[in-house]
């Protein structure tokens, strides 16, 4: 599905993600934790090239995608990115927000794309909200509109980055909901997140990144209840 193979990337020649090494299989959750300033987002953007790496091989669905010539904009077409910050058009309203890239990523007529975003707003449970600007919303709906339009586009691989830390805690439980849901339908996750509960219930491996390097990488449960560093046992109490 994704694999990554000795990834160095950053910014201005300044490396942040160092040599990391990462596959993530076909229905597979994957859960990336970290402090902050450790290369999650950056390795993220990095798996869809939206950070360009200076070194390492990264595969999606067979196809190398830091080949020469390859078709970024097909393959990011098969994955879904949803932001931290929702980053939906303001000014557009939720039903746009959704046929919009459909109807320019994916080719879909206005009538197609329109029956796919009810389709996903269903999912996420927000039928009704179509007329609505995102700014009429509460944090929690904004997100899910982000997730539903990712979910629109099909993709075989979801990358989270985030998700829920911008939100207030009565308003993640709808978010993380949503996602269990998501995750129950078999599509392979990547996701950037420190919710302990949601992990434990959806990943099948979690990874802990330490400037730029991946330190613990294994089953949730293990990583998690017994890591082997005392640098992650650290990090995980003050996550608690
Ligand atoms: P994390 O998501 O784990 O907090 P990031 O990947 O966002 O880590 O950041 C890793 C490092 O890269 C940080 O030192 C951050 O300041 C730097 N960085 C992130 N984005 C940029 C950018 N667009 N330009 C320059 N430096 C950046
Ligand atoms: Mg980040």
Redesign the pocket.
């Known amino acids: 599905m994704l694999e990554m193979e000795d990834i160095w990337a ?3 020649e ?1 490396p ?2 160092k040599g990391v090494s990462l596959k993530v299989q076909k229905h597979e959750k994957v859960v990336i934790m ?12 990095t798996a869809v090239l939206l ?1 360009k790496p200076f070194k390492g091989r990264i595969y999606l669905d067979g196809e190398e995608l830091t080949a020469e010539n390859v078709d970024l904009r097909a393959a990011r077409a098969k994955t879904g990115f949803v932001f931290q910050s929702y980053n939906l058009f303001p000014h557009l309203k939720v039903i746009d927000n959704i046929t919009l890239p459909l109807r320019i990523v994916k080719g879909y007529t206005r009538e197609e794309a329109i029956k796919k975003a009810l389709e996903v707003l269903e999912e996420v449970n927000l039928r009704g909200f179509e007329e609505k600007y995102p700014l009429q919303l509460s944090g929690g709906q904004q997100q899910r509109v982000a997730i539903a339009r990712a979910l629109a586009m099909d993709p075989i691989l979801l990358l989270l ?2 998700p829920t830390s911008a939100l207030d805690p009565e308003l993640k439980a709808e978010v993380l909901d949503t996602l269990k849901e998501v995750a129950r339908r078999g599509i392979a996750m990547l996701a ?1 997140t420190h919710e302990l509960d949601f992990t434990k219930e959806i990943a099948d491996r979690v990874i802990i ?1 330490e400037d ?1 390097a991946i330190v613990e990488s294994g089953q949730a449960k293990e990583v998690l209840e017994n890591p082997s560093t005392e640098r992650t046992r650290k990090f995980l109490r003050l996550i608690q």
């Open positions: 950053g910014y201005d300044q942040v993600v970290g402090p902050s300033g450790s290369g999650k987002s950056t390795l993220l953007k950070v980055d985030e950037v990144m730029g």
